[in-house]
């Protein structure tokens, strides 16, 4: 129940004031610094006044663990947070995020895609510390901004670029695009183009497992979904929705909250009456726990501790990662609202650095094998953008499939009249 | 507090009822039939529906339900009534007050295979779901290039009710039959309730299933066939109710009633008028219309629903682009006023069809209005 990462903080009563009395000038004034997190303490919170009164429905402290691995980190050195091989898969997932989103920026501006295309690049850490703790049969929910996830979930980077393109070797066969983006096989369940729409999906989709484990009686059905959005949903109404039924239901899943700080100009500030998004997660009855999401490791103790939560059907939990993203909204955002003091402080904190002083400072690998990675993937986006511009257009037939998973379906058939009339389109046992 | 501290004991207990519940889940589905047909030949579409749910639950268990106060109530027009105690609280979901959520969850749920069944207490609520209806549901399909179905069925009463005011009084045939994706039911009696009810929960796709207040208390007589658990209708067929040769009239729902009320008034006057009940909105069966036209060579729509862009229009357009020659007469189209359903009594029954409405719109189509009859 507990995350183990946060043992060193005391739990405090929600009633009392935290000590964090030096934020407030930051909340007032959201231009001066980063306004989350960074320069905080610890952000405990309990349903329970007195955590040795036990209640059914109360829970214990759970407390942002940003500090907790810091300090970890620091003192312990002799027992570091990854093994070589977990701190190369990281820095990998995260190399090829960045590099493919860098190149499609690229591929946009050479007219090779086209409406929106939302990068993710500065977010890396979430995806990564998240994402690669989950096991394939794990779903996955997005938002818009959604490449990244699947490239983390395990969509080859060729299908994702091939479906940017709209190109029949996509992983949608070019019927997605850039924000829908779906896979079957690695169950990414969808990017969503609405805000807070994703939500109430992988709701479901954790409303599934358990239904598997518990009326299905598939004992082994352990899957946990996780649902990522962005700071702007939480102030839309399905979020609240979902985050009631979830607490209410166990719902295995994880809510994952990439703050970036920022809409599209309009600062997170200026749209939420109380800018601590994991606040709400106790107020469902769920833990709120809030994380640097610019340190992929320390995102990653906090995911382990969630993920696990709701793989043991102890029930939901709501992350805030406090993180940035170094481009515009989308590619045809000028980006000119945001403090360019803001962005360079949060440019200084690229996860991708951090990790990589990690790795070099603790010995874990080399300048070379961090050099090879870097090599490698920027040969795989190259060949990924090599196939996907070699890639086939969908073919003119494909237009009317799979509007309905009904292998009839309905629309205009190939002589132009209407599908439906094909015989035993879906078929009754009456005369008609 | 209070509430959520009893919430949390229910769903506490909750793994301990299923068990119990699994039970009886064992059930044969004969029993409900052998009730059904010792009874009488005669069934509300109630019972229709409530059979249909039952027999579907009963045969996989992949099949839930879930809304608002479909549990513990039984719904709020008893739809669901013993269901619960039937199959338990994990497959007939009582849900909060939110129909964005609770609609994306069973969304969510349709994606990994389960076959959710969502109540909305009425289709009027459906718009705070929207959103997932359309986004969600009816295009998850396409946009993942047929990797990702969505087996779900929307149901609820749609159409004008009785003295309840404008927001809660509409159809909503032609707006969900306007989306590529979904399938649009509208039973009228009680074979088609059961039939398309369990053909839309068998069914990969997402229905919208639009049933109306007003006729779930009307008993329809139903034959061995219909009882049967293994009986469904076929998506995308209308089903003739009358035979004629004069004028076509098509409807759905309760209107379905008034049009053969109406072609009952029209055989004294010598009209003979066929009634084209078309049970499936979206696909439109286009064949049973054009055929029945190309015989009658006149048609008269009717819905209840608003005129414009409405169902009648698609009729409209489908017999202009497949029998335009074989027409004697305008197309009659009588649809709901076009204005927001008013409260007051009289103007309420103004606002929508009525069987005289279509008795005159059929005349005309006949040349054989109150002026006209006297030189024909």
Sequence with gaps: MSFSATNLAQPLQLNTATPRSNDKPSLLLPKTSSFLGST???????????????????????????????????????NLLITKEEGLELYEDMVLGRSFEDMCAQMYYRGKMFGFVHLYNGQEAVSTGFIKLTKKEDSVVSTYRDHVHSLSKGVPAREVMSELFGKATGCCRGQGGSMHMFSKEYNVLGGFAFIGEGIPVATGAAFSSRYRREVLKQADCDHVTLAFFGD??????????????????????????????????MSHLRATSDPEIWKKGPAFGMPGVHVDGMDVLKVREVAKEAIGRARRGEGPTLVECETYRFRGHSLADPDELRDPAEKAHYAARDPITALKKYILENNLATEQELKAIHKKIDELVEDAVEFADESPLPPRSQLLENVFADPKGFGIGPDGSYRCEDPKFTQGTAHV | MLGILRQKVGAGSSSAMILGQSMQRIRPTTSALRAFSSSAKEMTVRDALNSALDEEMSADPKVFLMGEEVGEYQGAYKISKGLLDKYGPDRVLDTPITEAGFTGIGVGAAYYGLKPVVEFMTFNFSMQAIDHIINSA???????????????????????????????????????????????????????????????????????????????GESFPVSAEVLDSSFCLPIGKAKIEKEGKDVTITAFSKMVGYALQAAEILAKEGISAEVINLRSIRPLDRNTINASVRKTNRLVTVEEGF???????????????????????????????????????????????????????????CYRSASLAASA
Excluded at chain 1, 41 to 55: E, G, K, V
Excluded at chain 1, 236 to 261: D, Y
Excluded at chain 2, 145 to 158: D, E, K, T, Y
């Design chain 2, 138 to 216: 009816a295009k998850s399909n396409y946009m993942s290039a047929g990797q990702i179905n969505v087996p779900i069925v929307f149901r609820g009463p749609n159409g004008a009710a009785a003295g309840v005011g404008a927001q809660h009084s509409q159809c909503y045939a032609a707006w969900y039959a306007a989306v590529p994706g979904l399938k649009v039911l509208s039973p009228y009696s009680s074979e088609d309730a059961r039939g398309l009810l369990k053909a839309a929960i068998r069914d990969p796709d997402p229905v919208v299933f639009l049933e109306n207040e007003l006729l779930y």
């Design chain 1, 232 to 265: 702007g949903t939480a102030n839309n109404g399905q979020f609240f929705e979902c985050l009631n039924m979830a607490a209410l239901w166990k719902l295995p899943i994880v809510f994952v909250v990439e703050n970036n700080l920022w809409a599209i100009g």
């Design chain 2, 307 to 365: 005129p414009q862009h409405g169902v009648g229009a698609e009729i409209c357009t489908s017999v202009v682009e497949d029998s335009f020659g074989y027409l004697d007469a305008p197309v009659e189209r009588i649809a709901g006023a076009d204005v927001p359903m008013p409260y007051a009594a009289n103007l309420e029954r103004l606002a929508v069809p009525q069987v005289e409405d279509i008795v005159r719109a059929a005349k005309r189509a």
């Design chain 1, 40 to 78: 905080r303490n610890f952000r405990p919170t309990s349903l329970s006044a007195n955590p040795s009164h036990s209640n059914a429905h109360r829970r214990s402290a759970v407390v942002a663990v940003s500090e907790a691995v810091k300090e970890k980190k620091l003192h312990a050195s002799t």
